[in-house]
């Protein structure tokens, strides 16, 4: 892996972990869920809370379903 790109997951580490790959995101933006059942699905950013938690808003069968993921399960599109 390309040193720059090392030092820029490195950076947004606290204490041995990436919190969130995507740098700064917000209610509208598109992410990708990362992990978990609905893992490769593109979700759009509903809400954020101060617990590291993303509501997004997920295409399911035609109708549009709210769940609540870990930050570091998402991903960037």
Do not use: H, W, Y
Not at 28 to 34: A, E, F, H, K, N
Not at 35 to 44: D, E, I, R, T, Y
Request: hydrophobic residues 45%; negative net charge.
């Amino acid at each position: 892996m390309p040193r720059d790109v090392m030092e820029t997951l490195l950076a947004r580490c606290e204490e041995g972990e990436v919190d969130c790959i995507i740098p700064e995101i917000k209610p509208g933006d598109q992410i990708r869920l990362m992990s978990g059942p609905f893992a490769n699905n593109v979700a759009a950013i509903e809400a954020l809370d101060s617990k590291g938690r993303v509501r997004v808003l997920l295409d399911i069968l035609g109708s549009r379903r709210s769940l609540r993921v870990d930050m570091r399960a998402i991903g960037p599109v």
